[in-house]
């Protein structure tokens, strides 16, 4: 609940940069002055990047969530078969080869989305985030078709 709300304090922020930053390039754009014409539109640019780049996560961590919770009604989420650091990561002696067992399901049932969500949570909890974005964003992918 704390994430949602966190998220939902960072779309009113970005919602109100975006109208203050609008605004200021407008006035800008207005002057006729090639630099502040430049930063202007370089003012509207920049903003619209960052709301689609907020959009883009918010896709992903709303599917994301509702995959996980899809999966945990189901009892199929991993449960921690290791012992875990106090940060709730698994530990690096443990990691390589509970991946590679997870990997290798996944790579069993290519079509499988459950598969692919339960490598992307270990990796994540082995601190390979950028390797748990990736098969957690081909589960979302697979559960779609």
């Given at each position: 609940?704390?994430?949602?709300?966190?998220?939902?304090?960072?779309?009113a922020?970005?919602a109100l940069?975006?109208?203050?930053?609008g605004?200021?390039?407008?006035?800008?754009?207005?002057?006729?002055?090639p630099?502040?014409?430049?930063?202007g539109?370089?003012l509207?640019?920049?903003?619209?990047?960052?709301?689609?780049?907020?959009?883009r996560?918010l896709?992903?961590?709303l599917?994301?969530?509702r995959?996980?919770r899809?999966?945990?009604?189901?009892?199929?989420m991993?449960?921690?078969?290791?012992?875990?650091?106090?940060?709730?990561?698994?530990?690096?002696?443990d990691?390589d080869?509970?991946?590679?067992?997870?990997a290798?399901?996944?790579?069993?049932?290519?079509?499988?989305?459950?598969?692919?969500?339960?490598?992307?949570v270990?990796?994540d909890?082995?601190?390979r985030?950028?390797?748990a974005?990736?098969?957690?964003?081909?589960a979302?992918r697979?559960?779609?078709?």
């Amino acid at each position: 609940m704390m994430s949602r709300i966190g998220v939902g304090v960072m779309g009113a922020c970005l919602a109100l940069y975006l109208i203050v930053v609008g605004q200021r390039a407008v006035l800008m754009i207005g002057t006729g002055e090639p630099i502040a014409v430049g930063i202007g539109v370089a003012l509207i640019v920049m903003p619209l990047i960052g709301a689609w780049a907020l959009y883009r996560e918010l896709r992903f961590g709303l599917a994301a969530d509702r995959l996980g919770r899809s999966l945990d009604a189901e009892g199929g989420m991993p449960v921690a078969e290791t012992e875990l650091t106090p940060s709730g990561r698994i530990a690096k002696a443990d990691a390589d080869p509970l991946i590679a067992r997870y990997a290798q399901e996944a790579d069993a049932a290519p079509a499988d989305w459950r598969a692919r969500y339960r490598l992307g949570v270990v990796q994540d909890a082995a601190g390979r985030r950028k390797d748990a974005r990736a098969s957690i964003r081909e589960a979302i992918r697979l559960s779609q078709g």
